[in-house]
């Protein structure tokens, strides 16, 4: 079992980036896929990014965030990233890191481990 911590959120204008770091302590992290979900209000949450748990950090994005998001790891650091960049009003969401043993999947009923969110606002 690991436990996640995400931060970098914040308010930032149309056009502007922000980098979210999630840290993970418990275990080491680099048998484990990390992804990145996002929760806007009145909406289910969605898949984001996500990185495989091998050396080559294997990744798979949303069309909606493809070219605009980089999710990358750190297992030295046990972090994970998300650069956002040329955000977009309907970034604006909760965003979620989450924990998988095993092979990547943007399924978020495949990931068991859950971090508290942090709110990305882009305005317009």
């Known amino acids: 079992q690991v436990q996640l911590v995400e931060s970098g959120g914040g308010l930032v204008q149309a056009g502007g980036s922000l980098r979210l770091s999630c840290v993970v302590s418990g275990r080491t992290i680099s048998s484990y896929a990390m992804g990145w979900f996002r929760q806007a209000p009145g909406k289910e949450r969605e898949f984001v990014a996500t990185?495989?748990?091998?050396?080559?950090?294997?990744?798979i994005y949303a069309d909606s965030v493809k070219g605009r998001f980089t999710i990358s790891r750190d297992n030295a650091k046990k972090t994970v990233y998300l650069e956002m960049i040329s955000l977009k009003p309907e970034d604006t969401a909760v965003y979620y890191c989450?924990?998988?043993?095993?092979?990547?999947?943007?399924?978020?009923?495949?990931?068991?481990?859950w971090g508290q969110g942090t709110q990305v606002t882009v305005s317009s």
């Open positions: 990185i495989s748990r091998s050396d080559s950090g294997s990744t």
């Open positions: 989450a924990a998988r043993w095993g092979a990547a999947t943007t399924d978020a009923r495949g990931y068991s481990n």
